[in-house]
């Protein structure tokens, strides 16, 4: 299993209502530097740990669209996939396009609702290491209609499933080729507001999760779910500046 895996998370980036902002507050939470595209890409960024590309972050681009982290999947054909999406009861928000001598994408809702979008790599391949401290860790799905999510993603990508519990709840353990490449929560309980959307989560390693929720606090973030320690680890919600929401794991060992 690498990245570039079709079918596995192979990428994240955030986009965001202030990039310049959003510069400071993850090169400082996480040790990243900026590598800063030119204005032909809308100012991209490239978050790269050790000089290696781990995220990244762009602008805004529809009106109304909130800060939000998203997850790429590996694929080895966008419009294939486009195509499985809409059989399965999904929708393509944004057509498969090429980003210039870098690769092709797409940005799709599931059948739950939940927003991902898919990666075919070119010359960029997706993140280069994980589950690192400064690294991609793990993707979960948060979705009301575990189910439906399952087959949804089995018809897509061929996804098999080993079903499990956290924290006393039950929890879905997404497969490819018998290695866990990511999670399906339920959306049940009083944490999960009636309004709260379906949505794609993404978890960083850290060393520390409590000093990294309290460092993400005092550069102007907000802790939404305070360390807490699971089997796996301790981990915590956070939210950037801009309202981003994404987790942090610090694991055992």
């Not at 898919?118 to 589950?131: E, I, L």
Request: aromatic fraction near 12%.
């Amino acid at each position: 299993m690498t990245a570039s895996t079709p079918g596995s998370p192979t990428w994240v980036d955030l986009a965001t209502a202030d990039l310049k902002d959003a510069r400071r507050f993850y090169t400082t939470l996480f040790g990243w530097t900026a590598d800063v595209a030119g204005a032909e890409y809308g100012g991209y960024t490239t978050f790269l740990l050790n000089g290696e590309p781990v995220a990244g972050a762009g602008p805004l681009y529809g009106e109304g669209q909130p800060t939000a982290w998203s997850t790429y999947l590996a694929t080895d054909d966008a419009d294939a996939v486009a195509a499985r999406v809409e059989a399965a009861g999904g929708r393509v928000l944004v057509a498969p396009f090429d980003v210039p001598d870098q690769g092709r994408m797409a940005a799709f809702l599931d059948s739950g609702g939940a927003a991902f979008s898919v990666w075919q790599a070119g010359a960029m391949r997706g993140a280069a290491f994980f589950d690192v401290p400064g690294a991609l860790t793990w993707n979960e799905l948060n979705t009301r209609d575990v189910d439906g999510s399952m087959a949804f993603y089995r018809a897509v990508f061929g996804w098999a499933y080993r079903m499990t519990e956290m924290a006393g709840l039950p929890y879905v353990v997404a497969k490819l080729h018998e290695t866990p490449i990511c999670g399906i929560q339920p959306m049940i309980g009083d944490e999960w507001p009636v309004d709260m959307p379906p949505h794609w989560i993404v978890y960083f390693a850290v060393r520390d999760c409590d000093i990294t929720a309290q460092h993400a606090a005092g550069l102007g973030g907000r802790v939404l779910h305070p360390p807490t320690s699971l089997s796996i680890g301790r981990y915590a919600v956070l939210e950037d500046p801009q309202g981003g929401i994404f987790a942090v794991l610090a694991g055992h060992g």
